[in-house]
């Protein structure tokens, strides 16, 4: 079922229910945040709360913590994205007075499985070689040009640092070529952050523009899919880059492993440059579009070396600087 506006009782803040739930679903949707998982999880918690709390009004923490509880048949990843929705559901209706209620904690992460690639200099010359040597070797228009697609997407997550999802539902109108910035308005956690463009990357875009223009006029998605206004789909990238990386390289990777790449990178720049620590790491975070610096603490677990010379320039442990937090960055 779709939500649509059905009545329910009133509850003592004089909304309904589904008042409220549209007052959540019309803030997404102007901020652009809104999608099928929201929609699937809160139709999902409405019948949950209309079928165990027939009597009840609104919503109550009841409904909530009910609804936070981890079923027996379920696994981590599904309670999460339950969750998730309706956290973000109360934290609306909670800051602006429509509602009193204890936001629901996040489950803990299960085990990430992959364990993210540090590329090599070899390994990146054979993969973005190859991805060149498959735009000239492609048949027609259409294949050209998705070659293309996918040589500028993958320089574009290795410069920058990005996430897949970004780049997948990236708009023309938020590639400012002559001021090389990218703004980011579909985000993780809903921060609407800015990338700056290195020079190489930002006159790279410019030829795509150039061509993108010239086979699909008027488009709306910087790399669409079949028309537009359609963005490729997640798991198009990932067959787009195993294609070419599989056939080059023999050790396992995903896109995602560019942004950690980027990350490791600025990191290990860092270490005899004589930094100043704390703008350096707030930079790095600002830009990769975190919700906190602790968030971007992750990227330093992998470069254990790191620690030792943080706690030698600043005279405190790595801990102390950046304390240990739950891992919800991706």
Not at 306 to 323: Q, R, V, W, Y
């Amino acid at each position: 079922m779709r939500f649509g506006r059905r009545c329910l009782t009133l509850s003592k803040f004089s909304e309904t229910r589904n008042d409220l739930f549209m007052k959540f679903i019309d803030y997404r949707t102007a901020c652009n945040l809104w999608n099928t998982g929201y929609e699937m999880n809160l139709t999902y918690f409405d019948r949950f709360c209309t079928e165990h709390f027939p009597l009840d009004k609104g919503i109550t923490q009841g409904m909530i913590d009910g609804w936070c509880t981890q079923r027996d048949t379920e696994n981590k990843t599904s309670l999460i994205g339950r969750t998730l929705s309706v956290r973000k559901l109360i934290e609306y209706l909670n800051e602006r007075g429509l509602v009193n209620l204890t936001i629901p904690e996040m489950p803990p992460l299960p085990p990430k499985q992959h364990v993210p690639h540090s590329f090599t200099d070899e390994e990146l010359r054979n993969f973005f070689t190859e991805c060149d040597a498959r735009v000239l070797s492609a048949k027609g228009t259409t294949k050209r040009f998705r070659a293309l697609e996918m040589a500028v997407m993958f320089r574009l997550l290795y410069s920058t640092g990005m996430r897949t999802t970004e780049v997948r539902l990236l708009r023309v109108i938020d590639v400012d070529i002559p001021h090389a910035v990218i703004n980011i308005r579909k985000s993780k956690n809903s921060i609407e952050h800015f990338v700056a463009l290195h020079p190489e990357t930002a006159a790279l875009l410019e030829k795509y523009d150039a061509v993108a223009e010239k086979v699909m006029p008027g488009r709306k998605i910087y790399f669409p899919y079949k028309d537009a206004s359609t963005p490729l789909t997640a798991d198009m990238v990932t067959w787009e880059f195993h294609k070419v990386w599989d056939s080059v390289n023999t050790v396992n990777a995903v896109p995602y492993d560019f942004r950690h790449n980027y990350a490791i990178q600025n990191i290990n720049s860092w270490l005899s440059a004589g930094f100043d620590f704390n703008d350096k790491f707030l930079y790095l975070s600002k830009s990769m579009g975190h919700t906190s610096l602790e968030s971007t603490r992750y990227y330093y677990s992998i470069v254990p070396a790191l620690a030792n010379i943080i706690e030698e320039k600043s005279g405190g442990s790595f801990d102390d600087i950046i304390p240990e937090v739950p891992d919800y960055e991706e």
